[in-house]
Structures are given as C-alpha cells and as structure tokens.
Nanobody, 122 residues
Framework: QVQLVESGGGLVQAGGSLRLSCAASGRTFTNYAMGWFRQAPGKEREFVAA????????RYADSVKGRFTISRDNARNTVYLQMNSLKPEDTAVYYC???????????????WGQGTQVTVSS
C-alpha cells in the first residue's frame, strides 16, 4: 500500500500561484511514477502532469503546459505541483497518484490521494 496526502490547495486570484505537495508513505517511493489529476464540478477527472521515478521525464496536459511544473524529492518522499498564472478554469479538486514503474497520462494509477481543493477567482 502507498498512502498519499495532498496539501497546499486554497483560494487564489487569477494570475496567482500555488504549490501543491503530496507526501507519500508506505511502499518504496522510488518505485513509483507520480501524477497529478484534477476534477472540476460536473466534469470527469483529467490528467494534469506526471513525472517518472527518477524525475528525468515529465509530461503535461496541453492546458497547463508552460504554467505548471511537476517535481519530486525522493529523499522526502514528496511530489510537488507548482502552479503559476492560474486561471478560473483551473478550479478543481487536485489529486495525487502513484503508479508502479512507468508514468502515464491515463487514469491507470495504482494509488490515489484524497484530493485538495484549488479555487481560482476571477
């Protein structure tokens, strides 16, 4: 089992920034690629960003490319999502997820956190 706990969500004005954190515990963090997904009210959960086990590879949804940055600190068992130039359409619950071995942009992750709310006001 891998337990994932997100933090760092909140209310921010359009154009502002937030950094989300996801702390992992349980199985060996360095065996897992990590991803961030989000779900807005009335919409399906969608991929935001993913990072490989080593951190060398990253992948982003087109909607956040150039504004969001995913990173990980394997010594701290933590993955981050730096979100800049936030827009009202970024409002959603953001979920952290862990996938054994390879990163993915699909909902095929093995473990999920409970989510953290991000609200961007216009």
């Amino acid at each position: 089992q891998v337990q994932l706990v997100e933090s760092g969500g909140g209310l921010v004005q359009a154009g502002g920034s937030l950094r989300l954190s996801c702390a992992a515990s349980g199985r060996t963090f360095t065996n897992y690629a990590m991803g961030w997904f989000r779900q807005a009210p009335g919409k399906e959960r969608e991929f935001v960003a993913a990072i490989s086990v080593s951190g060398a590879l990253t992948r982003y949804a087109d909607s956040v490319k150039g504004r969001f940055t995913i990173s990980r600190d394997n010594a701290r068992n933590t993955v981050y999502l730096q979100m800049n130039s936030l827009k009202p359409e970024d409002t959603a619950v953001y979920y952290c997820a862990a996938r054994l071995r390879a990163l993915s942009s699909f909902n095929d992750y093995d473990y999920w956190g409970q989510g953290t709310q991000v609200t961007v006001s216009s």
